[in-house]
């Protein structure tokens, strides 16, 4: 079955980095894009970055651009967020995720992320 399993997060000062990891298993990851998305209390889940199948090519939203790196190693089935300059505003829970077939939405648990002094 299809899993995700995110790590990484943590509490970091404003400006600080971090480096989110979620390793997949159950489906073939070299063949599906990849996503990173974020849900902070009382707000709706918004994407933050993807990834192509193949990592030739990146998208980001527009709070994050310059800040935050979205990348993949197939070799090992994980896709990665880097994150830099964070700011309170990226206070999150962030989920990675896979449209599995095209059709399901898989999402891991999550990793929480907290920016603060």
């Known amino acids: 079955q299809v899993q995700l399993v995110e790590s990484g997060g943590g509490l970091v000062q404003p400006g600080g980095s971090l480096r989110l990891s979620c390793v997949a298993s159950g489906f073939t990851f070299s063949s599906y894009g990849m996503k990173w998305y974020r849900q902070a209390p009382g707000k709706m889940r918004e994407l933050v970055a993807s990834i192509t199948s193949g990592g030739e090519s990146t998208s980001y939203a527009e709070s994050v651009k310059g800040r935050f790196t979205i990348s993949r190693d197939n070799a090992k089935n994980t896709v990665y967020l880097q994150m830099n300059s964070l700011k309170p505003e990226d206070t999150a829970l962030y989920y990675c995720?896979?449209?599995?077939?095209?059709?399901?939405?898989?999402w891991g648990q999550g990793t929480q992320v907290t920016v603060s002094s």
């Open positions: 995720n896979v449209k599995y077939l095209g059709i399901a939405n898989y």
